[in-house]
């Protein structure tokens, strides 16, 4: 699986939107782009995933650039329960669900 | 999202005993079950991907005769750690997939070894 590149924290105002990015430059054109969140002492929590359009749910919209080597999470409007660490993750979609997680992005959304 | 349920959320052992870590998919299939451990401050580590009715697969470095895995149905997977050391004092998280769903964690179990 591709490897991700991820800042190690972030600092957000609440009420803000919240810009995750995330760098996959190795990404294969199987592979997709999958985010979850880890709040502490919690299991991780599934956002989003993507191949190469842009994705919204209910959590948060993925936007992914025209040559897949980047991606961004944002959270439209940051509340303080959504300071986690944010995990990116590269992954062919049929490969057993296996998912390797890098070190992730600590964001603290503050008042 | 799916629902997973692990259990216990915490548990105390004695050295030397064996613990088991059970892991329940309440509202969906799950043809594929992984486990994971996670120390402080670190991330989460794959130990083992186990589908239902088949040995486990164990990640390189983690002892399949310490860590045992049963996945015997399509619901339910458990972990028993054998003859626990203080070392093996970690948090262990579980994942479970079905044939149409993302993988989906369980809330994870505190395992300390005194």
């Known amino acids: 699986d591709a490897k991700t590149t991820q800042p190690t924290s972030m600092d957000c105002a609440e009420g803000r939107a919240a810009n995750l990015p995330c760098n996959h430059s190795?990404?294969?054109?199987?592979?997709?782009v999958y985010w979850y969140r880890q709040i502490h002492s919690q299991g991780p929590q599934y956002i989003i995933h993507?191949?190469?359009n842009n994705e919204t749910n209910e959590m948060a919209s993925l936007i992914i650039t025209e040559d897949r080597k980047s991606s961004t999470l944002i959270l439209p409007h940051a509340t303080l329960r959504d300071t986690a660490v944010y995990y990116c993750?590269?992954?062919?979609?049929?490969?057993?669900?296996?998912?390797?997680f890098g070190q992730g992005t600590e964001l603290s959304v503050k008042p | 999202g799916a629902v997973v349920s692990q259990h216990p959320s915490r548990v105390i052992c004695k050295s030397g005993t064996s613990v088991k870590i059970e892991c329940r998919s309440l509202?969906?299939?799950?043809?594929?079950m992984f486990w994971y451990r996670q120390f402080p401050k670190q991330s989460l580590m794959l130990m083992a991907t186990?589908?239902?009715?088949?040995?486990?697969?164990?990640e390189q470095g983690v002892e399949k005769d310490k860590f045992l895995i049963n996945h015997a149905s399509l619901t339910l997977s458990t972990l028993t750690v054998t003859s626990a050391h203080p070392e093996d004092s970690s948090f262990y998280i579980c994942?479970?997939?079905?044939?149409?769903?993302?993988?989906?964690f369980g809330q994870g179990t505190r395992l300390t070894v005194v």
């Open positions: 994942s479970a997939r079905g044939r149409r769903t993302e993988a989906f």
């Open positions: 190795t990404i294969s054109g199987n592979e997709y």
């Open positions: 993507g191949l190469k």
């Open positions: 993750i590269v992954r062919m979609y049929n490969q057993g669900g296996k998912l390797i």
């Open positions: 509202d969906f299939q799950a043809t594929t």
């Open positions: 186990s589908n239902e009715g088949s040995k486990a697969t164990y």
